[in-house]
């Protein structure tokens, strides 16, 4: 189920977006983002990371795969899974970020989602489509 929809005009608004979400959200938040390429999966990061203080420069993680952020409030954990399989995703035990086993509990946001086999119990889910007549939208849903 929606919880909400939000118009994004422009980058700023997908920025704000995640400045707003960065500022809100608390260690252990898990966010699913979905969406085409360039969809502004990685731009609604840039600004989930201004809104958890990180000064640093935040980059794709399209071929490290995994990029951590330590320098906010809490950490933020920048994963991409666009060139893996399913299969190759689970050997990497993605549940210890989001369950603070082996790393600092902090906010742990994953591009290309749909390629977990496994989701966590609680996670966001923002799916970033466009629309001819609307521009990118956001839609936001909550499991719980």
């Known amino acids: 189920m ?9 980058e700023r608004a997908t920025q704000m977006l995640g400045m707003d979400l960065g500022k809100s959200l608390t260690a252990g938040s898990v966010l699913l983002l979905t969406g085409d390429l360039g969809s502004g999966k990685t731009t ?3 600004g989930i990371a201004h809104g958890l203080g990180i000064t640093d420069s935040i980059v794709s993680p399209t071929f490290t795969i995994i990029n951590e952020y330590f320098s906010g409030r809490v950490p933020l954990y920048h994963l991409d899974l666009y060139r893996l399989t399913s299969a190759e995703v ?5 549940e210890s970020y989001w369950l603070g086993l082996e790393y600092e509990l902090g906010i742990v946001a994953i591009e290309w989602a749909e390629r977990l086999a496994h989701l966590p119990p609680e996670y966001l889910r923002l799916e970033l489509t466009y629309d001819l007549v609307e521009g990118r939208i956001a839609k936001i849903s909550q499991q719980q």
């Open 2 to 10: 929606i919880d909400r929809i939000v118009n994004l005009p422009d």
């Open 44 to 46: 609604l990061v840039k």
């Open 90 to 94: 689970d050997d990497l035990y993605l």
